[in-house]
């Protein structure tokens, strides 16, 4: 699609190949290309089905059968080789080295490209004819068939490894380039990541080949391998030239660093032997370690800046680090390598997440822990790979044994270190939940908001350690932690006051910024406050309800038991009255609204003690019985009955002169209705009409309480003939479960 721009704005796009989508599919394209050259090359090779390599001493042996049909199985040692005429070929252990570069000399290296070369033009006139011997020492022939090109699925894992490093690194450097694509170290970093791509795409093609490959080509991939180690060096020596600060002549520096490592190295390879690479190979880490050193120092006073480059060094000295512990020291000193090709650029690659981090300074306050635990993994495979090399070549151990015994030393004294290591690393204290538990505790039992934000900046003062506190508006209105100034300060709202924000600056008295740890710890410490607090406020709710229904229960249900106490004759009944009352006190105090109890059953105690109280007074009472069998109540229902009943009557005594009091009790369409008449309400008419509410007492608005609390409904009326009712209706369904 094709977009019509402003003739304005047209001078603004001369500068649209700097946009950083563009510079990075710019980049990749170039990085797809090559891998799809690297996949090309491996595969536009004559394919037999099997690889051959060399184990023990200097023996060739097949290493690999991936064709299913074979009868060739992995181990099986090549005795001699002849092409299709029957002449024996002259060729050596040499040709079918997975790295060739690691003989001692020139010459040697020279003549395993030649014997590589020997053998594929062999294999492209007809079938080879191999030796094998076998357990009785004698040599059993075969004859090796090979077509025109390899298998896409017949490529080794080694082969991935390799290639996918070289393109996760090409990945991360352009993404960082594309963002920043004038500054010298980014540009650095790109270049490291397409030396490293290099280096290992080559690597990938001739250390997976099958049989061989021919001469020209060979030496190609060698020549192109070591430009592509020798460009990610550079790369790496002109990045600390210029990160985290530009040391002075650092353009002069990165001058005579490509002069002596792209033109001045090359050249004295072309005429000393390979022994000059992998010292070179060394001196350029002793270079790189030198750097970072000097980097520090510059550094030294800014702790961004240095912890920036705490993440960086680390990553690049591990990375370049693993290649020469583990390729150029050994070969230096005659030995094999600790791991393979494939499983050292891979080792590079794991930490080149963290390079590009560390140089984009993207959330750069999360650098001590990232440095941290790349460490202590580092050191972890570094004493494993150690322990293994030495209980083997050391101890002669066999492989098995010394893997074991390397695991369990790992487990039982590295791994119990980690927690103690990161702490000194990042400055940071390890605290259990259960400590901040306590340090919430204490926030949370302040008197007032005072007293609270005093104990709030106590504990942040004991947990953090920073160097100050100061107090800003809440302008983005925040409601969790959060991290300024790339790690120097952050922030956390007030508990009580959200339009306030407490800010911490340099945590660990200046030793370390604030990351996503701190950020993450602080939202759960004031997280813990607030839980306390919604407890605390939900237990002042708890003990204002108890109270308010032990006074609701003392006045309804005790009032009528002592006033009819009071109008008893009987010294006796009075005696059992007054009991009954004390019984009734302690239930109301001890309640239980989780019992149920059978409605009839109910019924029938609240019918016999209605019948006492109001024969003792000489007043009628009309009750029917009604069929409430099978139903079940809770004992707030029970309790809400016994209150409605005794406050209706207690009201009828006290301010009328009752003569007779109907009651009825049934249940009709699942709810159950209780209707309460007296026929005298001569003096209680402005207290008990249902529109006084101000004026009617505490007796009736505590039935409206209770009625409304379990779902019902009660009206207060006084009728035209001078009788006063009193209609509550009660669901069932709410009653039943205890509402």
């Known amino acids: 699609m ?15 190949a700097l946009a950083p989508v563009r510079l990075m599919a710019m980049v990749l394209f170039l990085c797809t290309a090559i891998l799809a050259l690297a996949i090309m090359l491996a595969t536009n090779q004559p394919s037999v089905g099997f690889s051959l390599g060399v184990e023990g001493d200097e023996q060739v042996v097949i290493t690999s059968v991936t064709d299913k049909s074979s009868d060739l199985s992995v181990g099986q040692t090549v005795a001699s080789i002849k092409d299709v005429y029957g002449h024996e070929l002259l060729v050596t252990y040499h040709a079918f080295l997975e790295e060739p570069d690691i003989l001692p000399s020139r010459e040697e290296m020279l003549y395993a490209f030649f014997q590589s070369g020997l053998l594929f033009e062999a294999l492209e006139i007809g079938p080879l004819q191999l030796a094998l011997e076998t357990s009785g020492n004698e040599q059993e022939w075969i004859q090796v068939f090979a077509t025109e090109s390899r298998p896409i699925g017949t490529l080794p894992v080694d082969f991935w490894l390799q290639t996918g490093a070289g393109f996760f690194a090409v990945l991360i450097g352009s993404w960082v380039w594309s963002l920043r694509p004038k500054q010298q170290s980014t540009i650095s970093l790109l270049l490291s990541g397409f030396g490293l791509q290099i280096s290992a795409t080559t690597a990938a093609i001739y250390s997976t080949r099958e049989i061989a490959l021919s001469e020209k080509v ?12 020798l460009l990610f060096g550079f790369g790496l020596v002109s990045l600390f030239l210029t990160f985290p600060k530009v040391l002075k002549l650092a353009k002069e520096g990165a001058s005579v660093s490509f002069f002596l490592i792209m033109v001045l190295l090359p050249a004295a390879l072309m005429i000393g032997g390979l022994h000059i690479f992998y010292q070179a190979i060394v001196v350029i880490f002793l270079v790189i370690l030198l750097l970072i050193i000097v980097q520090y120092l510059y550094s030294r006073h800014n702790i961004v800046d240095r912890r920036s480059l705490g993440l960086l060094g680390l990553g690049a000295l591990i990375g370049s680090g693993s290649f020469v512990i583990t390729r150029a020291l050994p070969t230096l000193f005659g030995a094999p390598g600790f791991v393979s090709q494939g499983e050292s650029f891979v080792l590079i690659t794991l930490v080149y997440l963290a ?20 460490l202590y993994y580092f050191c972890g495979a570094l004493l494993l790979v150690s322990l293994d090399a030495l209980l083997i070549w050391g101890l002669s151990f066999d492989r098995i044994s010394a893997l074991s015994v390397s695991l369990l030393t790992v487990t039982l004294f590295y791994l119990p270190l980690r927690e103690w290591f990161q702490a000194k690393l990042t400055g940071r204290a390890f605290r259990k939940t259960n400590a901040f538990l306590g340090f919430a505790d204490f926030v949370a039992r302040s008197h007032d908001a005072q007293e609270m934000q005093v104990r709030w900046k106590e504990v942040l003062a004991n947990i953090y350690r920073p160097l100050g506190f100061s107090y800003v508006p809440n302008t983005d209105n925040i409601s969790k932690a959060k991290i300024v100034r790339h790690g120097e300060g952050i922030q956390i709202p007030f508990i009580r006051d959200h339009t306030i924000c407490v800010e911490m600056v340099w945590a660990s008295n200046g030793a370390r910024l604030f990351d996503s740890q701190d950020r993450k710890s602080l939202d759960q410490l004031r997280d813990m406050v607030l839980e306390l607090l919604k407890g605390q406020a ?32 009987s010294v006796g009944r009075k005696d059992e009255l007054i009991r009954t009352a004390l019984t009734d006190m302690r239930r109301i105090i001890n309640a239980n609204s989780t019992g149920r109890t059978l409605l009839s059953e109910y019924v029938g105690s609240l019918r016999g003690e209605t019948f006492d109280l109001l024969d003792s007074l000489h007043v009628t009472t009309d009750w029917p019985l009604s069929d409430t069998l099978g139903v079940e109540v809770s004992s707030k229902a029970c309790e809400t009955l016994r209150a409605i009943l005794r406050e209706c009557l207690s009201n009828a005594l006290e301010h009328a002169d009752t ?15 209780l209707n309460i008449i007296n026929d005298n309400t001569e003096e209680i008419s402005t207290k008990t009409v249902q529109h006084d509410r101000e004026q009617r007492g505490h007796g009736l608005e505590n039935i409206q309480y209770r009625v409304n609390s379990l779902g019902g409904e009660v009206t207060f009326e006084k009728t035209t003939e001078g009788k006063f009712k009193v209609l509550a209706a009660l669901p069932l369904k709410d009653i039943s479960h205890g509402r």
Do not use: C
């Open 538 to 569: 939900a237990h002042s709710i708890g003990v204002h309800q108890e109270r308010s229904r032990i006074a609701r229960d003392l006045h309804d249900n005790l009032s009528v038991g002592l006033l009819t106490a009071l109008h008893s004759h």
């Open 659 to 673: 003569k007779k009091v109907s009651i009825d009790m049934h249940v009709s369409d699942d709810v159950l209705f």
């Open 218 to 229: 060979f030496f190609a991939l060698h020549v192109t391998n070591l430009f592509g180690t």
């Open 2 to 16: 094709r977009f019509v721009m402003p003739g304005n704005v047209i001078n603004k796009l001369k500068n649209v």
């Open 355 to 374: 390079v590009a981090i560390s140089v984009q300074r993207y959330h750069v306050f999360d650098l001590p822990i990232w440095s941290a635990r790349l």
